[in-house]
Structures are given as C-alpha cells and as structure tokens.
C-alpha cells in the first residue's frame, strides 16, 4: 500500500497547504516563486507516480484513487488562490478570466460525480487522450500564472497563463460533454 508511487501522490496531497500558503500574500513576489518551486516538483511527482507505477507493476488501487484527488485538490486550490488573493490590482486571475477558472473547476466536480456514480455501476470511464492535453494545458496555465505573481513586470508570462487557461476551458468542455455522453448511455 506504501509504495514509492502512492507516496509520491501522498506527497502532492500533503503540499497543498504548503503551496497555499506561499500563495496567500499576493504581493510578496518570493512567496510566489517558492510556489512556483513547489508546483513544479508537485507536477514532477504526477509524471512519476504514474509512471513508476506503470514500469514497476505497482498499479494499485489505492494509487488508481489518490492521483486523480491529488490533481484535482492541487488544481483547485491554486485556481482559488489565484482567483481569490485580491490586493490592490494584483491578483493573478480577474475579471472575465474568472469564468475560465470556474469552467475548469465545476468540470472537475461533476466528472467527479460521473466517476463515482459510473463506479457503483462497475463502469470506468477512462482517462481520454484529450483530457491528458487539457490536464497538460491546465496546468501549463496555472504555473505561468504562479510565475506571473512571482515577476509581475513580464506581462507577457501572465498572458501566457490566461491564454493557456481558456485553451485549458475548452478542452474542459469538450472532454466534460464526451464524458457525459458516455455516462449518459448508463443512465435511467
């Protein structure tokens, strides 16, 4: 049950409040690039889990739970960090974009319900390659807006992040509608 990929995705769980914190004060630039630090080793150890677990045989199922909820707890706590920490003009996501960051997480939810709804069914819905590039895109997005916290003066890495959030928005459409017609079919 401890293997090295659990541990991995336990990791990234137990970080959360670290990243959070480093998050909280929008103006301490430091705080932003330590955040961005973690995030980027926090994704690191995404690519690993899966893939030592793959490569060692270790696919368990407590493994097949935790790195979904660790994605989607890491995910959701930037967005509403980033949306959320409002000091004077620099917060990181405003306005508009707001709506891009609530797409992506109210997808998150109800793929959520789908999956487990589906499960007391014994049905998977698996992971489509789509929803791999949204993931990839997604969190693209959200460590460009970490790093435009952290270097506020290159506007152009905040473009980047929001610019990567709305592709991230869309793919979320797509892959949420695909998973819905698929759930759909099991559904009285």
Known sequence: MLTLPNLLSLSRIVAVPALVAFLWWPTWHAGFAIAFGLYCLMGITDYFDGYLARAQGAVSRLGVFLDPIADKIMVAAVILMLVGTRHNDTAVI??????????????????????????????????????KWKTTLQLVALGALILAGALPDLGWIKLVGLVSLWGAAVLTIVTGWDYLRVGLKHMD
């Not at 797409?103 to 014994?122: M, N, T």
């Open 94 to 131: 405003t306005g508009v974009h707001i709506v891009a960051a609530l797409v992506i997480l109210l997808r998150e939810i109800a793929v959520s319900g789908l999956r487990e709804f589906l499960a007391g069914l014994q049905v998977s819905l698996p992971v489509s390659r789509l929803a």
